[in-house]
C-alpha cells in the first residue's frame, strides 16, 4: 500500500474523530518518517523510502 493510499484510509476511517495532527520527518538517505495522529488515540506512523516517495509522487501527478 503507498503512502497515499496509507493516509487516505486513516482518514476515511477516523475523518469522524476531529482535526488531525501530521508530520513528517528531514528526509535522510533511507527516506523519511511520516506520522498523522487522530484525537481517538490511533497514530499512522509510516516509513517512507525514496523510491517509494517517487512512485507515489507520479500516481499523484497522473490523478491531476
Known sequence: MSITEAVE??????????QFVGDATEPTLTGYRVTIACPCGVTLVRHVSAGEAAID???LARRN
Open 9 to 18: 484510509e486513516f482518514i476515511r476511517l477516523h475523518r469522524a474523530h476531529g
Open 57 to 59: 509522487l507520479a500516481t
